[in-house]
């Protein structure tokens, strides 16, 4: 179990996909207008990246090396088409409003970089865990920033009027470069909170997700 909580602590703080290993910046940018976009997009990845890793965990000793990028993609995708359904037939309005970006989360770098790194190569249960610490770890990183742009950008919160009426809504960051202006002012903030940490003598670990700089990454993309 301590092993399990360890991959929770990973993916929600030390390897946040969002703000540490800079991964699945498409979605990150293009649906965080507002919160509960932000929310639906990461608990919808964190739903795939769940199953996804329980099922490629389940299948490591039969999934062959010369085919396992292959059988993640099919794996991915199929648990992929089941949300999308799901989210047409019940949540219609979070569905028109994440758009395509439902049918990408096949190629998310987080995804496929699990799979291939942790979930191949670990039991089930961990590997569960991992999706689960992860997913909400993008899911954070997602609501946070849908958050303060929706807060800047409109005056609200999950659609509820949180500012004054004399507020004047800062029309960029419900923009697209607003969502580059708020991404590095809370990666900036995280660097800021660590490296007050560091000066204290408390250990701050940011290591990569496959254990290597991310920079340097031809596993799963993330150095692209």
Do not use: H, W
């Not at 800062?170 to 969502?179: E, M, N, R």
């Amino acid at each position: 179990m301590n092993k399990c909580l360890e991959r929770l602590f990973n993916g929600l703080i030390k390897e946040n996909p969002t703000f540490v290993l800079m991964l699945g910046m498409c979605p990150t940018l293009a649906v965080t207008t507002s919160a509960i976009n932000g929310l639906g997009m990461g608990l919808t990845t964190t739903v795939v990246l769940v199953m996804s890793n329980m099922l490629i965990s389940m299948l490591r000793k039969i999934i062959p090396d010369s085919v396992r990028m292959p059988a993640f993609i099919v794996v991915v995708a199929s648990f992929v088409t089941m949300v999308q359904f799901l989210l047409e037939g019940f949540i219609p309005s979070l569905y028109d409003s994440l758009g395509l970006y439902i049918p990408l989360i096949v190629v998310n770098c987080i995804i496929l970089g699990r799979a291939e790194s942790y979930a191949s190569k670990n039991p089930v249960l961990p590997s569960i865990f991992d999706g689960i610490g992860m997913g909400l770890g993008f899911t954070v990183g997602l609501t946070s920033i849908g958050i303060v742009r929706e807060i800047l950008g409109a005056g609200q919160a999950f659609g509820k009027q949180i500012m004054p009426a004399s507020f004047e809504p800062i029309t960029i960051f419900i923009l697209a470069p607003g969502a580059f202006f708020v991404l590095a002012g809370l990666t900036a903030i995280q660097n800021k909170v660590k490296l007050e940490a560091a000066k204290k003598g408390k250990k701050v670990e940011t290591k990569a997700g496959c254990g290597e700089g991310c920079g340097n990454c031809t596993n799963c993309g993330g150095g692209k």
